[in-house]
């Protein structure tokens, strides 16, 4: 009797079995991206007001000639607790051109006509719009600095307020 189950449970299974088959190997393909976290803007760099003149502001007269200019003022921007991880980190510069000199200075939205905003790198080196500028991380943080000034390609400059707005975009490696 035993062999009889024995014999039927094994017929069984083989009528069970019967309907599977093996199929050719599929291959899945997974796939991501990890990435570094951001580090933090200094609070002391967020909204920053660079002041050209300081309070007595600057005389018309000292800017008539064409290429005057504002003494320098030099400020920093920062990042901060920077992830284990990230090495570099690169600023975009962004805002409206000044027509006379796009390659490193930004149209003045105030009141002062024939003068512009100049921003260069401590080398020297233009960050007008879309320039970038490329840094490492070092500490888990890094400071840039810049120079920045009120600039007449034309002269000519009349008296008025000088503003211009640009927008720093951080991407970071």
Do not use: H
């Amino acid at each position: 009797m035993i062999k009889r189950i024995y014999g039927l449970f094994a017929l069984a299974l083989m009528f069970i079995t019967g309907g599977i088959q093996a199929a050719d190997p599929v291959t899945l393909y997974v796939n991501g991206k990890v990435v570094a976290a951001p580090c933090q803007v200094d609070s002391a760099s967020v909204e920053q007001v660079v002041d050209l003149f300081g309070p007595q502001g600057i005389r018309a007269s000292s800017m008539y000639t064409a290429g005057s200019g504002s003494p320098f003022v030099m400020f920093n921007f920062s990042v901060i607790n920077c992830p284990a991880g990230t090495v570099k980190t690169t600023l975009q510069f962004n805002g409206p051109a000044d027509d006379s000199q796009p390659e490193d200075s930004y149209k003045n939205s105030g009141t002062a006509k024939n003068v512009a905003v100049q921003l260069l790198n401590m080398q020297g080196g233009p960050l007008g719009n879309n320039k970038t500028l490329t840094g490492d991380i070092i500490n888990r943080q890094a400071t840039f600095y810049f120079l920045a000034r009120a600039f007449s390609k034309y002269g000519k400059v009349t008296p008025g307020t000088v503003n211009s707005v640009v927008v720093i975009t951080l991407t970071w490696q």
